[in-house]
C-alpha cells in the first residue's frame, strides 16, 4: 500500500515539474494518456544551515593514532614503536615528565639523546 502512494507521490512531482518548468518535451507516459514536461536546470545552489558546532576531546595524555616507519640518514628503515606502542595508547609520561598536548611530547622526543621510557595507558591499563 505504501509503494502504490510513493509511487502516486513520484508521478504527481513529476506531472508538476513539467507544469512549472516544461522547456524542454521529454516523454513520459502516464498510464499510456498523458506527457509531462521538464526543463534541466543548470544553476542549482545548496546552502548549509543550521548551527555548527565544535567538538572538543580532552584526554590525558596523547593518544597513538598509528605508528609508522623512520627512513635513516644511512637508507635503512627502523619502527622505533614496534611492539611497543599501539593505536589507541594514550602516552601520559616520558622519562617520569607529565605529557601535557602532542606538540610537548614531540618536542621532547626531538630534544632528547638516548633512549626514552614511556608510561602508556592502553585498554584502561596504565603500563610503566
Known amino acids: 500500500m505504501r ?3 510513493f509511487m502516486l507521490l ?3 512531482i513529476s506531472l508538476s515539474t513539467g507544469l512549472f518548468y516544461g522547456k ?3 516523454s513520459l507516459p502516464v498510464f499510456g494518456m498523458r506527457q509531462s514536461a521538464a ?3 543548470s544553476d542549482i545552489h545548496v546552502v548549509p544551515l543550521g548551527m555548527t558546532i565544535g ?3 580532552n584526554t590525558d595524555g596523547v593518544m597513538v593514532l598509528g605508528t609508522g616507519v623512520v627512513h635513516g640518514e644511512d637508507g635503512e628503515t627502523f619502527e622505533p614503536s614496534k611492539g611497543l606502542l599501539l593505536a589507541g595508547d594514550l602516552v601520559l609520561k616520558v622519562n617520569n615528565s607529565p605529557i601535557l ?3 610537548y611530547l614531540s618536542k621532547f622526543v626531538a630534544e632528547s639523546e638516548g633512549e626514552l ?3 602508556v595507558r592502553r585498554d584502561g591499563v596504565n603500563l610503566p
Request: charged share 35%.
Open 101 to 103: 598536548n602532542k606538540e
Open 39 to 41: 526543463e534541466a536546470v
Open 24 to 26: 524542454e518535451e521529454p
Open 10 to 12: 513520484l508521478l504527481i
Open 117 to 119: 621510557s614511556f608510561y
Open 3 to 5: 509503494r502504490a502512494y
Open 55 to 57: 567538538v572538543r576531546i
